[in-house]
């Protein structure tokens, strides 16, 4: 549920919106040191210009020869030509050949598009912060779509295949100034949308809008409207309680993956302490704080505090997506257990996705 690969489904649609034919691979199933994951995505045009990557450049060259051939034959405009496996590294030679790392084998699904209905319909329903699971026949080339759950993973079992698109991460920054737009520019790289609230007016024209969106208003009312979900973190900076500890209100109430505020142990403990006599906030909400906000990573600098903020966030996201993998996959043993009593192999699964749960969290 890469939002990156939302980007790949945009340049798909818009190509073909153009006139041109288009093909999308996707990244099914993948053995050794693969570069990309499960549900990675390349869109490929008809002449040769590509969106995305499933190998980091490995069969990038061999994949655009074999979509510009199927294109070329015109099948796909006419609406006759079927999604394929493609399967490459299936040996040392092979996997050589083609520059996979470490003897890997990836397993793809390539396929010539024909409407794109669906993907106006995934961009629009993960623009609203809602999960899809997209569904593709390989034997008619039919797409389905329907909503999707937390921790939910691709599925394929060589007839069809079921991958997942999800909104993209937003990260919410309370304050305008200099620490904040290192944060932003970061966080900017790591595909983050960026949102700032700060309703002093003297830091209004600190950020590029190209890549910043300010969100005008006080900050409680800012972060109530926004409905944080759980794909949003929200990160308080101003060091003004009047404008912090409002928004903080708010952000610990709601779903956001990530709370974190600027300041020292002892002004945390101070926040804690109004939050909780003057706002009635419990103490698991308040334990959703992460304050000090970021790594101890002994930053001094605005940069490098960002690095320290934003590091935290990504290791806090990560462990909650590894937490919300191994409670579908309990839920769906449970679920298969209750039918059929047939645990045995999954629960080893189970036990090696726990372990790796733990890896992240610590």
């Not at 890469?2 to 093909?23: C, I």
């Not at 084998?105 to 396929?111: F, P, Q, S």
């Not at 109530?224 to 794909?231: I, K, N, T």
């Not at 000090?292 to 600098?301: I, K, M, Y």
Request: glycine share 8%.
């Amino acid at each position: 549920m890469d939002s990156l690969d939302l980007r790949v489904l945009a340049d798909a649609l818009a190509w073909k919106r153009a006139g041109h034919a288009v093909s999308l691979v996707t990244v099914v199933q993948t053995w050794g040191s693969a570069p990309r994951p499960p549900g990675a995505l390349l869109a490929v045009r008809g002449d040769g210009q590509v969106s995305g990557s499933v190998s980091g450049g490995c069969v990038e060259d061999d994949l655009i020869t074999r979509a510009k051939a199927a294109l070329a034959t015109g099948a796909a405009v006419v609406g006759t030509a079927r999604p394929e496996l493609i399967v490459y590294g299936v040996n040392q030679d092979e996997a050589a050949r083609f520059g996979l790392p470490c003897g890997g084998t990836l397993r793809l699904v390539h396929e010539p598009l024909q409407s794109v209905d669906w993907i106006e319909d995934v961009l629009a329903r993960t623009a609203a912060h809602q999960l899809v699971a997209r569904t593709l026949d390989l034997t008619t080339g039919e797409v389905t779509l329907a909503p999707a759950l937390r921790g939910q993973e691709l599925v394929f079992d060589g007839r069809q295949l079921t991958t997942l698109f999800g909104p993209r991460w937003r990260l919410l920054l309370i304050g305008a100034g200099q620490l904040s737009q290192a944060v932003a520019q970061m966080a900017a790289l790591l595909d983050f949308e960026v949102l700032v609230c700060d309703p002093r007016e003297e830091y209004a024209g600190h950020f590029d809008g190209a890549t910043v969106q300010r969100l005008r208003g006080m900050p409680d009312d800012v972060v109530r409207e926004l409905m944080p979900d759980a794909h949003t973190a929200i990160v308080a900076l101003t060091h003004d309680p009047k404008l912090d500890d409002m928004a903080l209100l708010e952000a610990l109430k709601s779903a956001a993956f990530y709370v974190g505020a600027l300041g020292s142990r002892r002004n945390q403990g101070a926040r804690k302490q109004r939050l909780a006599e003057h706002f009635d906030l419990s103490a698991e909400e308040l334990a959703r704080l992460h304050g000090p906000v970021g790594l101890d990573l002994g930053a001094r600098t605005p940069a490098e505090i960002a690095v320290s903020i934003l590091a935290e966030i990504v290791q806090v996201r990560n462990a909650a997506y590894l937490r919300a993998r191994r409670e579908a996959a309990i839920a769906s043993v449970a679920s298969e257990a209750a039918s059929d009593n047939t645990v045995t192999d999954r629960a080893s699964s189970l036990s090696g996705l726990a372990a790796s749960t733990c890896a992240v969290e610590r």
